[in-house]
Every structure is written in structure tokens, then in C-alpha cells.
């Protein structure tokens, strides 16, 4: 195969969306544009996943929050396989987390720093967001921006010192992100939680029901 140009647009041309696999049909396009957040950026590429929880969104939505006196501070993880590969280990202590590159501008990390001043709780909008402030832990500068890695694996017996509330979807189990929302809650609480939403048919996955733990 011999081939020239723009690597980026080739991709694009050829690729498909990465829908999940539960979602059973190819990607179009239409849902480059459903399958995203009101918040994406379109000048950057790299994660291969939506962070779902921000799926549920709307511009109107994060005006109303603005006005009501919430602060919105953004930053970029790049979701990689790492994330939604399965445990496989019987003693999840051996499971090992890919590393995914992340971003934290300035105005974001000098955000964070203000509101755990102030005592304000600083709330991650999806199990990506979360695992981006606890693995950044110790690098953050205020007025610098934040470019690094982090394999950092959360699950029970953690104790969360950056993120104070998550709103997030209901995830698979067997998951690493089903563990990081236990070792949030409890892992008693998000059994609960999961009969709930199993009892009421609330929809799981990336289309599906959120919730603010």
C-alpha cells in the first residue's frame, strides 16, 4: 500500500465513528455529531470515546447552571481502550490501567484550586473527568497549564481528595469504571443503586440514564 497526504483526513475518510459495541450498527454520520459532547472540541483528535456522562448536556442546560452560579471548567482526557477494557484478574489489585493522555488548562487548574479554597465542592462530570483530577494529584500548579499521562486505577479502599460529587451513567459490570464509582459511593450504595435502576428500567451505557452520587 503506498499512500501520501494527511494522515487525520485519510482516517476520517476511511474510519468509522467507534460506537460501543452494545450499540448494534455502524457508526454514520450522524452520530458524529449525537455521539458528542456540547462542550467537544473539533480542532483535536485522539480519544476514541465520547465521555457519556456529558452526553447529557445541552447548551441550554449549561446557561442554566452559569446562571444559577455554577463555575463550568473544562479539560481534555483522551479515552483509550484502557478505560472500557474488562478486569480479568481474580485479584483486581493486578489489573493494570493503559495510560491516557490529558490536558488541564490554566483557568481550569487555577478553578479547581479556587474552589477547594472557598470549600466549594468541585463536581466531575463523568468517571473520565474524575480519573483526570485524582491522577493529576501533586502536578498542578496554579497558572500553569497541565499536559501528562495517568494510569492511575481508582476502585475500592481509595479515598477521593479532589472530586467531591460525579454525575455519571450506569456502567458494565466487571468494569474499571463500575469500581471507581464504588470506591466513591460505597460499593453497598451502588449495589442499591444498580437494583434501583434494574427495578425502575432505567437505560444503561452510553445512551443512557445518568445519575449525581
Given at each position: 500500500?503506498?499512500?501520501?497526504?494527511?494522515?487525520?483526513?485519510?482516517?476520517?475518510?476511511?474510519?468509522?465513528?467507534?460506537?460501543?459495541?452494545?450499540?448494534?450498527?455502524?457508526?454514520?454520520?450522524?452520530?458524529?455529531?449525537?455521539?458528542?459532547?456540547?462542550?467537544?472540541?473539533?480542532?483535536?483528535?485522539?480519544?476514541?470515546?465520547?465521555?457519556?456522562?456529558?452526553?447529557?448536556?445541552?447548551?441550554?442546560?449549561?446557561?442554566?447552571?452559569?446562571?444559577?452560579?455554577?463555575?463550568?471548567?473544562?479539560?481534555?482526557?483522551?479515552?483509550?481502550?484502557?478505560?472500557?477494557?474488562?478486569?480479568?484478574e481474580t485479584d483486581i489489585r493486578?489489573?493494570?490501567?493503559?495510560?491516557?493522555?490529558?490536558?488541564?488548562?490554566?483557568?481550569?487548574?487555577?478553578?479547581?484550586?479556587?474552589a477547594k479554597q472557598a470549600g466549594?465542592?468541585?463536581?466531575?462530570?463523568?468517571?473520565?473527568?474524575?480519573?483526570?483530577?485524582?491522577?493529576?494529584?501533586?502536578?498542578?500548579?496554579?497558572?500553569?497549564?497541565?499536559?501528562?499521562?495517568?494510569?492511575?486505577?481508582?476502585?475500592?479502599?481509595?479515598?477521593?481528595?479532589?472530586?467531591?460529587?460525579?454525575?455519571?451513567?450506569?456502567?458494565?459490570?466487571?468494569?474499571?469504571?463500575?469500581?471507581?464509582?464504588?470506591?466513591?459511593?460505597?460499593?453497598?450504595?451502588?449495589?442499591?443503586?444498580?437494583?434501583?435502576?434494574?427495578?425502575?428500567?432505567?437505560?444503561?451505557?452510553?445512551?443512557?440514564?445518568?445519575?449525581?452520587?
Amino acid at each position: 500500500l503506498v499512500w501520501s497526504g494527511d494522515l487525520r483526513q485519510a482516517l476520517e475518510n476511511c474510519g468509522e465513528m467507534p460506537l460501543p459495541p452494545y450499540i448494534r450498527r455502524p457508526g454514520n454520520s450522524e452520530d458524529a455529531l449525537r455521539y458528542q459532547t456540547v462542550f467537544a472540541k473539533n480542532d483535536k483528535a485522539g480519544a476514541v470515546a465520547a465521555p457519556t456522562a456529558g452526553l447529557h448536556f445541552t447548551p441550554e442546560l449549561k446557561k442554566e447552571l452559569e446562571k444559577a452560579g455554577h463555575r463550568w471548567a473544562e479539560l481534555t482526557l483522551y479515552v483509550g481502550y484502557g478505560t472500557f477494557s474488562p478486569i480479568r484478574e481474580t485479584d483486581i489489585r493486578l489489573h493494570k490501567m493503559h495510560t491516557e493522555w490529558l490536558e488541564i488548562p490554566s483557568v481550569t487548574v487555577d478553578a479547581l484550586f479556587a474552589a477547594k479554597q472557598a470549600g466549594r465542592p468541585v463536581v466531575a462530570v463523568g468517571t473520565t473527568s474524575a480519573r483526570a483530577l485524582e491522577g493529576t494529584l501533586g502536578k498542578l500548579s496554579p497558572g500553569r497549564d497541565f499536559r501528562g499521562g495517568t494510569d492511575i486505577f481508582i476502585y475500592p479502599g481509595y479515598q477521593f481528595k479532589m472530586v467531591d460529587r460525579l454525575i455519571t451513567n450506569f456502567h458494565l459490570p466487571g468494569s474499571s469504571l463500575l469500581l471507581l464509582v464504588s470506591a466513591f459511593a460505597g460499593r453497598g450504595h451502588m449495589l442499591s443503586m444498580y437494583e434501583e435502576a434494574v427495578r425502575n428500567k432505567y437505560r444503561f451505557f452510553s445512551y443512557g440514564d445518568a445519575m449525581l452520587i
